[in-house]
């Protein structure tokens, strides 16, 4: 058995990085130029939270540059799926980790490891295996794939004392429809982090896709 107290030093480092907002912007940098305006514009639109993907190799170096420049940023990776990438993420300065999916040697490590760890899950049985060792918060992932906000509300009943940041087929239009329920923490998405505005380097306009959505979901 893994140690619980390290466990719940997790899941309370977890819930202090996810009340930072509602939204955790799915990040993935082609180019280490796009990484400081886009973090910038992001941290002026009111997210502070950034998940950058480690989908390119630019993932780490751009966890890197972020966190020397921008220290108000909270900076995750996102995409680790073994002990080796967690290890690196943490040296590269990352805050925390998150995983699509989870395997035993991850969850161990994930535990040891100096920054905390959001493992990904899509069934009750990958939950009740990340519970065993002492998880309490997961990434729901694919969320809209594996049954969206009716898969959410059915984990509720035997497992209320899990929270979730559900991502994949969370969108503008749906996000308020997750935040609601009582066992979802926060969000992740790529909506407010269009690759069009990226590749375009529009800025701005990723600030205000940011404002907007968080004004809608205070009003919902």
Do not use: H
């Amino acid at each position: 058995m893994a140690n619980l107290t390290l466990a719940t030093q997790v899941t309370e480092q977890i819930d202090t990085i996810c009340q930072q907002s509602p939204i955790m912007p799915v990040i993935t940098i082609n180019d280490i130029s796009e990484a400081l305006p886009l973090a910038t514009a992001l941290l002026d639109g009111g997210i502070s939270i950034l998940e950058i993907t480690l989908r390119t190799q630019t993932g780490l170096d751009a966890i890197n540059v972020i966190r020397k420049a921008l220290p108000e940023a909270i900076v995750g990776a996102g995409t680790v799926t073994n002990p080796t990438m967690l290890n690196a993420v943490a040296d590269a300065g990352a805050q925390f980790a998150i995983s699509p999916g989870l395997t035993q040697e991850l969850l161990l490590a994930g535990i040891d490891s100096t920054i905390p760890l959001l493992p990904g899950i899509a069934t009750p049985s990958e939950l009740m295996q990340g519970r065993q060792l002492g998880y309490q918060r997961f990434k729901f992932f694919p969320a809209a794939a594996a049954g969206g906000i009716p898969a959410l509300k059915a984990l509720a009943g035997p497992f209320n004392d899990v929270q979730f940041c559900p991502t994949g087929g969370i969108n503008a239009d749906n996000a308020s429809k997750y935040l609601a329920l009582p066992n979802v923490m926060c969000v992740g998405g790529s909506w407010v982090v269009p690759s069009d505005a990226v590749r375009n380097k529009d800025w701005q306009r990723i600030t205000e896709l940011c404002k907007l959505s968080i004004q809608t979901l205070k009003q919902s």
